[in-house]
């Protein structure tokens, strides 16, 4: 399971009210939670259960189905209840999906105001069927289906324009004292995403879920989002972070919780700190960091192992880790918790760590 205690959090989280998505609390400083979302056509019952449980096995906490059909929405109910994590229903454009979703035992329901036609007009029986089956409801404005008065009346889909359409549906949900609401305002730009983001979290207590939408593909996709839940998290922004990658979706949840072990907001399982390399390296270290962390793969207590290159730093952040090697002469030092325990040859270094390792988890089990 996920640790409940923060290891040492960036900044303290802002103070939202708290809802829960199924089993999940989200927001009150609950811990921050991951969430994807499948890639399957819903209504394949199985190959969209076979994702979640794969998603699952990563990490992911809650996960998101796309509901486009009638027949994605008849297959809603037995994937809510067959998934291990909550299911939350995306909705665009039919709002007769939603009611669907919460009939089905959704975890929560997403609507995009903008993608659903007069939805103004059907807030009340959505708050009301919400309501009944205790179904959290997000809000999800995206800047690339912004509400067109919106658009119309601020141009473009600036932060202002987002943070009007997302506050102005809430306005109609609490219209009918419904405040079980999640709100998303995602823009593929981080730097008009952040600001929107920023003045959401002035102007309501709402937990907030993070995206960066359309982020691309992993590599580009993984910075703009790190940087732009960095920069919000950094100031206690967000209740639940989802890494939009066009790459499989498993890889968005490996992302998700790199950001918020990064930011203290999670404690670290497996933390490698390997040098960059010089010209003083006295072994190949990118082999080196690379066969380590393929062996530590999937190790569940928290270690911090260090594989330097050389001895100018070499022993200092072997000595910082759990676990460490400095190499030097084709050998290595190995360290455990600060000692120095053996110094094995370069061919023995990995098998070594990861023996080191094992007995270091066994300890702490
Ligand atoms: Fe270079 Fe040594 Fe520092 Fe690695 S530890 S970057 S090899 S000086």
């Known amino acids: 399971g996920v640790p409940e205690v923060p290891a040492r959090p960036v900044a303290p989280r802002r103070m939202s009210?708290?809802?829960?998505?199924?089993?999940?609390?989200?927001?009150?400083?609950a811990p921050v939670s991951v969430q994807s979302m499948t890639t399957t056509r819903t209504s394949d019952i199985g190959a969209t259960l076979q994702q979640i449980a794969e998603l699952t096995?990563?990490?992911?906490?809650?996960?998101?189905?796309?509901?486009?059909?009638?027949?994605?929405?008849?297959?809603?109910?037995?994937?809510?209840r067959k998934?291990?994590?909550?299911?939350?229903?995306?909705?665009?454009?039919?709002?007769?999906?939603v009611f669907a979703a919460i009939e089905a035992g959704?975890?929560?329901?997403?609507?995009?105001?903008?993608?659903?036609?007069?939805?103004?007009?059907?807030?009340?029986?959505?708050?009301?069927?919400?309501?009944?089956?205790?179904?959290?409801?997000?809000?999800?404005?995206?800047?690339?289906?912004?509400?067109?008065?919106?658009?119309?009346?601020?141009?473009?889909?600036?932060?202002?324009?987002?943070?009007?359409?997302?506050?102005?549906?809430?306005?109609?949900?609490?219209?009918?004292?419904?405040?079980?609401?999640?709100?998303?305002?995602?823009?593929?730009?981080?730097?008009?995403?952040?600001?929107?983001?920023r003045q959401l979290a002035e102007a309501c207590d709402?937990?907030?879920?993070?995206g960066v939408t359309e982020a691309g593909p992993a590599f580009q996709g993984t910075i703009k989002s790190a940087v732009a839940f960095g920069a919000l998290l950094s100031r206690g922004i967000g209740d639940t972070?989802?890494?939009?990658?066009?790459?499989?979706?498993?890889?968005?949840?490996?992302?998700?919780?790199?950001?918020?072990?990064?930011?203290?907001?999670?404690?670290?399982r497996l933390e490698i700190v390997s040098c960059p390399s010089c010209g003083r390296a006295q072994v190949d270290v990118y082999k080196l960091a690379e066969?380590?962390?393929?062996?530590?793969?999937?190790?569940?207590?928290?270690?911090?192992?260090a594989v330097m290159g050389c001895v100018v730093n070499g022993p200092g952040e072997a000595r910082e880790a759990d676990l460490g090697v400095a190499s030097g002469n084709g050998k290595g030092q190995i360290f455990?918790?600060?000692?120095?325990?053996?110094?094995?040859?370069?061919?023995?270094i990995v098998q070594t760590l990861i023996e080191e390792a094992r007995k270091l988890a066994e300890q702490t089990r």
């Open 17 to 29: 009210r708290r809802i829960h998505v199924g089993p999940v609390a989200v927001g009150g400083g």
């Open 57 to 80: 096995a990563s990490g992911c906490q809650i996960v998101r189905v796309a509901c486009p059909t009638q027949d994605d929405a008849d297959a809603l109910a037995t994937i809510a």
């Open 83 to 97: 998934s291990r994590i909550p299911v939350i229903a995306d909705i665009h454009f039919q709002p007769k999906y």
């Open 106 to 197: 959704c975890a929560a329901v997403r609507v995009n105001p903008g993608n659903i036609k007069k939805f103004d007009d059907q807030v009340k029986e959505i708050a009301r069927a919400a309501k009944d089956h205790g179904t959290p409801v997000r809000i999800g404005v995206n800047a690339g289906s912004l509400d067109r008065r919106l658009l119309r009346k601020h141009g473009k889909a600036t932060p202002e324009a987002l943070v009007e359409s997302a506050l102005w549906e809430a306005s109609l949900f609490e219209e009918h004292g419904f405040r079980d609401i999640k709100i998303s305002v995602k823009h593929n730009d981080p730097v008009v995403m952040i600001e929107a983001y």
């Open 206 to 210: 709402y937990p907030l879920h993070l």
């Open 241 to 268: 972070v989802r890494v939009s990658l066009s790459a499989p979706p498993a890889e968005e949840v490996k992302v998700g919780i790199q950001i918020l072990e990064s930011l203290g907001l999670r404690q670290r």
């Open 291 to 305: 066969e380590v962390t393929a062996g530590l793969d999937g190790m569940e207590v928290p270690l911090r192992v």
């Open 336 to 348: 455990v918790k600060g000692e120095v325990v053996k110094t094995v040859p370069e061919s023995k």
